[in-house]
């Protein structure tokens, strides 16, 4: 075989092919069949948020106090607005300071007791710290 006739044979096999591969693209694919598939099995998505909220944590998790002492406490993570709270009121009050992240607690109880600081964000997720005698 002369190189003439493999150029001819090389160039015939490619025009070949290409009639080929191109002869599925002439109409246009249905999408019909796709479009029949979701709207019979309806699948829901969950929306994803853009900025998922870190849990929410409280430091210092424990401290001392005595009778006029005062902590500050902050919250990390979680959604603000916060809100603070303690579980006996007798023994402490608490108070949110600037951007609700921050928090004062003032111990009013005698110097033996406990009491516990509870911060919640918009969530509704919490966390507790306790104050020790």
């Known amino acids: ?9 090389t160039i015939a096999g490619a025009a070949l092919c290409g009639v080929v591969l191109l002869a599925g693209c002439e109409d246009a694919p249905s999408n019909e069949g796709v479009d029949n598939f979701f ?10 948020p853009s900025e998922q909220a870190a849990s929410l944590s409280i430091s210092p998790l424990s401290s001392s106090a005595r009778t006029g002492q005062q902590i500050n406490f902050t919250a990390t993570g ?17 108070a949110a300071q600037g951007n609700t992240r921050n928090a004062i607690y003032t111990h009013t109880g005698p110097s033996n007791t406990a009491n516990n600081v509870v911060v919640r964000d918009a969530a509704g997720s919490s966390a507790v710290a306790d104050i020790n005698l």
């Open 78 to 94: 979680g959604t603000t607005p916060m809100t603070w709270a303690v579980a006996t009121p007798a023994n402490g009050s608490v």
């Open 39 to 48: 709207n019979n099995n309806p699948f829901p998505s969950s929306s994803t």
């Open 1 to 9: 075989m002369s190189i003439q006739h493999a150029v001819h044979w």
